[in-house]
């Protein structure tokens, strides 16, 4: 096992971890962030430069510091390794480099966009974005696409993560889609406008950290501070259909997969399970979702207009049963 110590922390990992693996067993309060790093797809990162660190020693045998910021997604660690990532004024100024870079072409219309409230980006922009743009020159646009009857895409917005590419390489039979051209002018397209249609092609949708790509059933519905997550599961022949439903009184408006603290997909989810099955009946309801208090989509928590048995256990400490009544212990959260 090989020692590291991150912010002040210590942790033992097994040799070949990298640094934002054994980051992320500290706790999320610990890992720098990550756009374009997916556990669950092999090869991922090394694209987006957010999760840059300091390395202040290298290790035991070589105690000297890295000469510059290194992406985590793609360092492994030392034995005696210890790193900096928000304890370092200098990393902290890198990273809001790095955020400036991606906003540069980026449309910035969070207010007319779908993953508004659930966007990795707008939270970057809100941690480590600067007031005013430098940037001079006009900003890069493309024409809407539909990539299949259920997801469009907005490459506009898109940040090149190549998330959405892996999905397709690694989940599903064939792959249509992929990075066309070079430089400030490369987009994710189809392959001769060829449709993407596979039955686990929505979790594209899941993966993408921005709102490039949508669920075309959903769009423009309703802010996701104004839904209320809930977690169900059916019996499914093609996933494991464990899924989290987002409700508006009590209509479904949209089925996802349930993500961790990190943003990442537990289980990958079909589309029958994702678009066809929108109604309550379809699915054994587990109880509401357990929001991060951080989160946007926890001011609207909630449970009294949900009339479903057994509905819920506890979340967090905002709510708790009592006598299978579903009550709101903190008024502060609503």
Known sequence: MLKVTIDGQTIEVPEGTTILQAARMLG???????????SKLETSGGYCRTCIVKVSKGSEKDPRPMPKPVASCRTMVMDGMEVQNKTSPELV??????????LANHPLDCPICDQAGECHLQDLSFEHGIESTRYEFERRTFKKIDLGPHIQLHMTRCILCYRCVKVADQLTPERYHGVLNRGDVSEISTYIEKSIDNEFSGNVIDVCPVGALTDKTFRFKSRV????????????????????????????????????AFGEVADFI?????????????????????????????????????????????VGEDYKKIDDTPKLLNPAAQ
């Open 28 to 38: 999320p309060e610990v890992a720098p962030p990550a756009m374009c790093y997916y």
């Open 93 to 102: 100024e890198a990273r809001k480099g790095v955020v400036e870079f991606l």
């Open 225 to 260: 501070w104004f839904t209320k997550p809930v977690d169900a599961h059916r019996n499914c022949d093609t996933c494991s259909g464990k899924v989290t439903l987002w409700y508006k009184g009590d209509d479904v408006l949209r089925v996802t997969g349930r993500k961790d």
């Open 270 to 314: 079909c589309n029958t399970c994702r678009f066809e099955t929108k109604k309550t009946s379809d699915w054994v309801i587990e109880g509401p979702r357990v929001i991060d208090k951080k989160s946007v989509i926890s001011a609207n928590h909630y449970l009294s207009d949900l009339k479903v048995p057994d509905f819920a256990y506890e």
